[in-house]
């Protein structure tokens, strides 16, 4: 999953980087308001951490220009700012979630995971797909109750492909939701690594629909 960090202060942007890419996303950053919302209208983001006071762009202008540009990617807020009217401002303009400052990483992980779930219709922080569990509090995936080993770009991959089972996820959409903005995968890469997870598998989950890219779904009965 890929997420957009805006936030002007190096050091915290910093620290949510790499918590972030540690949890298993993928981390683009931006440090004024300007650059967030260039971003945010440009790039197809699974979520974004955003915080509100911003230089040359305040974080709730922000919001509010990608909610006008039907936007419609989970925001959470970070702010230092303890008033229920200046919270109130962000939920106003679209706003998802937020969390005070100073806070825990592992609070920012655990609500960015559970608002990338919801946005894409799923309630429960367990995804299933016959055999397969994808657990997104724990970031780790397991085939009949037995761990998956796989590595971090093979899990970005079944990850995102689980959050959205039964529907077709083309390739250059793939691209866009795993690897950074900077990134410029071979054109072979993603077949790679999906017979890589295939074959870790070991039973016909993933479909490749030719031309149109893959998508998860449970074995057929009787497989």
Sequence with gaps: ?????????????????????????????????????????????????????????????????????GKTLPVLVLTARSRWAEKSAAFAAGAD??????????????????????????????????????????????????????????FRILSYLAHHQGQVVGRSELIDHVYDRDADPDSNVLDVLIARIRRKLGVELIHTLRGQGWRLDPPAEGE
């Design 1 to 69: 999953m890929r997420v957009l960090v805006v936030e002007d202060e190096p050091r915290l942007t910093l620290r949510l980087e790499q918590a972030l890419e540690a949890a298993g996303f993928v981390v683009d950053t931006a440090y004024d308001g300007e650059t967030g919302c260039y971003l945010g209208e440009t790039e197809p983001y699974d979520a974004a951490v955003l915080d509100l006071g911003l230089p040359r762009l305040d974080g709730v202008s922000v919001l509010g220009r990608w909610r006008a540009a």
């Design 97 to 154: 979630d937020y969390v005070t400052k100073p806070f825990e990483m592992e609070e920012v992980v655990a609500r960015l995971r559970a608002l990338i779930r919801r946005a894409a219709g799923h309630a429960s922080p367990e995804l299933a797909c016959g055999p397969l569990r994808v657990d997104t509090l724990a970031g780790k995936a397991s085939l009949d109750g037995l761990p998956l080993a796989l590595t971090a770009q093979e």
